[in-house]
């Protein structure tokens, strides 16, 4: 990176005043100045106000630009003391100006790349044909699923042979590395099997020092990422989870509190961006008030933008204050805020989600909240947009792909998320048709030109930024592909970030009922059956009781891989009704926890009916969403996880292997020692727990008045 002539001119005026000749041309040769890069690493500790390295590059005794080392080894940018100067602005102008449209628009245009003829793209070198197929067009990113991750060293590899593709384009204007996004959120949603999963953002709310918790687990994941190659987080969800029957982002938000949702996920962007990865902030306006999953359905929001303004947008106005990078949209309706339209068959009215709105987009986040950030999409393949028939078109054809892109691209949007998987050749001939046919639409007049050149320089800019693209074209100091496995295989997984995984873990369970002092359960003559969910919960559990040097007859009472069938059997109600202490696990994601015909609903109210019947305790754990605290009040003792991902993953599977430990879930392993006195209860309720009501035709529902307040939490 060359230093801007800006920051030189101090040097070239002290210059002149004491030497008294022209010595302005040696000063401005940037490479005569000894740049080194800061020694300060990114580390885990536990005073993590010190985890973000850098100075001030405003101090005019500065004479060496603010440098971080990710954990790849790469020599990059610190970005927060990096600005864009105007002679980057200039040379990025220059860029656009020599690029073609074809250019331009593809670099809006991150694909997926999960499988190429029905087989899992792990290998970059194993689909020449995928490779060939990439070259087409330089995208701007390409997203990684879970299916493309079977290791450390094999991601680092995949990311780095991705990256080297991309610039074996020919007669490209330009080598514009990509950005590498992936879902690395923590929690119930993470990509990297072998890496450290993370108690989840719910845990994170119900830790008493949840700030600092938030940035170590920034931190933590943010080190992984990097050392694997990766330069973009689509995370945090930074959504406000104000309605219990939410059926897809519950334990992935902090909270129901916005402010300690804005205040949580700000600090834990930090933390990923001590390792120099970008945070992306979803899903803008808000996810958190939904009871439709936007992966399947196109959810509406009935709410006025007032009532935006004093919950869902508090987040995001607060982060976008703090100079937001990356804000991904959400597949949402808000019919008392939006325009109405008319649909693809011409007839129908309705509204746009949000990731097609002007108003959402340009009037709102850009215009009101003064965000001029890089806005990308959730993901275009999904049911809320690809089968809503929101333009004119069939469904997955080129012609309804690019009316969408259009939308989106009006709206104020820059990045277009996986418009179609690319898997296979006639993936190929979509995306060149797809990209000719937006480029159709800018000849026509339908989409400017000045609008495309808006979204490439903000892509652009936050390349140039994170390091990842220099507009001067000067090369960036980078670790081999040998260095970078070795530091991956260091990092990711490892036993140092594992121990402070289970530290946060036991900090969040949270304890709200404990009749007659149940727990701990102290006495070891004591009969303990525990009734799992189905038959992978037993590798946690098992662990957990191996650990404590406990013993238990475990059971399940419900097989998924049996249809979702009730599994409450003859021989189960004897073990529970001969038990002194029954511990048993719950799932609540959604309104499921009120189907009273649910057979997790029908098995443990039976089996806490005939533990009492027996004169046994019956105590709860809830793995997932808290909310269940209220569906199953009659147990003696209730404790939440608040993470049901991850029970079948054996933690001590690959201590000693090349990959490190595996992405398990400490959660349920900390929600067994604090049953057994081994960990005392610290955490408190991030969300409130509303009452459980029965309404007219028998169906239950959550109330309006709350059982337990965000905050309550019992101790012993």
Not at 365 to 385: K, N, Q, S
Not at 409 to 427: E, H, K, Q, R, W
Not at 487 to 504: D, F, M, N, Y
Not at 677 to 702: F, I, M, R, W
Request: hydrophobic share 40%; glycine share 8%.
């Amino acid at each position: 990176m060359k230093l801007s002539k800006k920051k030189l001119i101090p040097f070239i005026l002290a210059a002149v005043i004491l030497c008294s000749i022209v010595l302005m041309s040696g000063c401005r040769d940037s490479d005569a100045i000894d740049k080194k890069p800061d020694e300060e690493t990114t580390q885990i500790i536990d005073n993590t106000s010190e985890n973000i390295v850098g100075n001030s590059s405003e101090n005019a005794t500065e004479t060496t630009d603010p440098k971080t080392t990710d954990s790849s080894g790469d020599i990059t940018d610190n970005p927060e003391d990096k600005a864009i100067d105007d002679e980057t602005n200039q040379n990025l102008d220059a860029v656009i100006s020599a690029m073609s449209m074809d250019e331009k628009i593809s670099q809006l245009i991150i694909p997926a790349i999960r499988t190429w003829n029905d087989a899992d793209v792990t290998d970059l070198s194993a689909a020449p044909e995928l490779a060939s197929a990439l070259r087409n067009h330089q995208y701007g990113g390409i997203i990684l699923f879970g299916g493309n991750i079977t290791g450390a060293e094999q991601a680092t590899r995949l990311v780095y042979d991705l990256q080297e593709n991309n610039m074996q384009i020919e007669d490209a204007s330009a080598h514009i590395p990509y950005l590498m996004p992936v879902d690395e959120e923590g929690g119930i949603v993470i990509r990297l099997n072998t890496g450290t999963r993370m108690t989840g953002n719910m845990a994170i709310g119900a830790t008493t020092d949840a700030t600092a918790n938030a940035e170590i687990t920034g931190s933590i994941l943010g080190e992984e990422l990097a050392a694997i190659g990766f330069n973009t987080d689509f995370a945090p969800v930074i959504d406000v989870n104000n309605n219990p029957a939410n059926p897809v982002i519950g334990t992935r938000s902090f909270s129901d509190d916005p402010e300690i949702v804005a205040s949580l996920g700000a600090v834990y962007s930090k933390g990923l961006s001590g390792s120099n990865i970008i945070a992306t902030y979803k899903h803008f306006p808000g996810h958190g008030d939904t009871e439709v999953d936007s992966h399947i359905g196109t959810p509406s929001v009935e709410k006025t933008y007032e009532e935006l303004k004093e919950n869902e947008l508090v987040p995001f106005k607060k982060v976008i204050d703090d100079g937001a990078d990356m804000i991904m949209t959400a597949h949402i309706t808000y019919p008392l805020i939006d325009e109405e339209k008319t649909f693809g068959d011409g007839q129908t009215k309705g509204f746009f989600p949000a990731t097609m709105s002007k108003k959402m987009i340009t009037d709102i986040l850009r215009t009101d909240l003064g965000y001029d950030g890089v806005v990308v999409t959730d993901a275009l393949e999904m049911g809320a947009i690809s089968t809503a028939g929101l333009v004119p078109g069939k469904e997955n054809s080129e012609e309804y792909g690019v009316g969408i892109a259009a939308e989106v691209i009006n709206a104020g949007v820059d990045m277009l998320l996986l418009p179609l998987d690319l898997n296979s050749l006639a993936a190929a001939d979509y995306y060149d048709d797809y990209i000719a046919g937006i480029a159709d639409k800018v000849a026509s007049g339908d989409i400017s030109e000045k609008r495309i050149d808006e979204s490439v320089k903000r892509i652009l800019r936050l390349k140039a930024k994170y390091g990842i693209y220099d507009p001067d074209g000067v090369p960036k100091e980078a670790a081999s592909i040998d260095e970078r496995v070795a530091k991956c295989k260091e990092i990711v997984g490892s036993k140092e970030h594992h121990e402070k995984e289970i530290e946060l873990a036991r900090q969040a369970v949270t304890v709200v009922k404990n009749d007659g002092d149940v727990l701990p359960i102290k006495d070891d003559t004591k009969k303990v059956v525990i009734l799992g969910r189905q038959a992978g919960d037993a590798t946690a559990i098992k662990f957990a009781f191996g650990e404590l040097a406990k013993s238990a007859e475990v059971d399940y009472y419900y097989d998924s891989s049996v249809g979702a069938i009730m599994h409450y059997t003859e021989s189960m109600k004897k073990k529970v009704r001969a038990a002194d202490y029954v511990i048993a696990f719950s799932y609540a994601s959604g309104s499921s926890a009120l189907d009273k015909s649910d057979s997790q609903f029908i098995a443990l109210h039976e089996a806490m009916s005939d533990t009492h019947k027996a004169g046994g305790k019956f105590i709860l754990v809830s793995e997932n969403l808290p909310y269940d605290a209220a569906v199953y009040q009659d147990a003696d003792a209730i404790v939440l996880a608040y993470m049901g991902a991850g029970l079948n993953v054996d933690p001590t599977r690959d201590k000693e292997s090349e990959n490190g430990m595996s992405a398990r879930n400490a959660n349920i392993v900390a929600a067994i020692e604090t049953i057994y006195g081994a960990n005392t209860p610290k955490g408190h309720l991030p969300v409130n727990v509303p009452v459980v009501e029965e309404s007219e035709d028998g169906t239950l529902k959550y109330g309006t008045k709350y059982l337990y307040e965000r905050g309550f939490g019992l101790t012993y």
